[in-house]
């Protein structure tokens, strides 16, 4: 009798067991996911933060291309960080202080051309501007003689710590979703 009552004790147990495991598995398998969760938002964080450095790289190379016309890209006031190109920016840009009529017009093609990349027009689904960058935003300050700014600012998907470049400033609903990245370039009078 002893032995039989043993026996159907141990049954029970045995389906304890199997819950708790059950109970490990399932909270195991839910940290799993957040944990894929999070690595994907890094991903896609690092692939815009790529896609801007691209951005700024090709601005950098028309600056240096156009160096006679090089004030015609200054567009952004260093303190406040605007007026930029690209999301949100509907001012066509001219310049008449620079350089010859030709290169004045090369520098609006190039401020133009980047205000369409900024957007996105370059990549598109259905025939809507998709882009690679969210919010993106250019800007080109004068900072010295011969010297300047170049930076990208787009919108992060988490909270981190607020960049000190004022390019986009105020416009992703809050600081710490304000991603930047910007170039000094000083450009050389190659007479």
Not at 25 to 38: D, H, K, N, Y
Not at 150 to 156: K, P, T
Not at 171 to 178: A, D, I, P, Q, V
Request: hydrophobic share 45%.
């Amino acid at each position: 009798m002893d032995r039989l009552c043993f026996q159907h004790r141990a049954a029970g147990f045995g389906l304890i067991e199997t819950l708790v495991a059950l109970i490990i598995i399932t909270v195991g398998l839910l940290g799993l996911a957040g944990l894929q969760s999070r690595a994907h938002q890094a991903e896609l964080e690092s692939y815009q933060r790529a896609q801007a450095l691209v951005l700024l790289q090709d601005m950098v190379n028309r600056i240096n291309t156009n160096r006679k016309a090089a004030g015609c890209y200054t567009i952004t006031n260093v303190a406040a960080g605007s007026p930029f190109v690209g999301y949100s920016n509907t001012t066509d840009y001219t310049c008449n202080a620079f350089g010859t009529a030709a290169t004045q017009a090369l520098a609006t093609a190039d401020l133009a051309a980047w205000d369409a990349l900024l957007k996105g027009e370059a990549e598109s689904v259905d025939g809507q501007s998709v882009g690679a960058v969210i919010g993106a935003r250019g800007c080109v300050s004068n900072v010295a003689t011969d010297v300047y700014t170049i930076s990208v600012a787009w919108q992060g998907l988490a909270e981190t710590v607020a960049p000190i470049n004022n390019c986009g400033t105020g416009l992703y609903g809050g600081e710490t979703r304000r991603r930047v990245v910007s170039i000094t370039v000083r450009i050389a009078d190659l007479n």
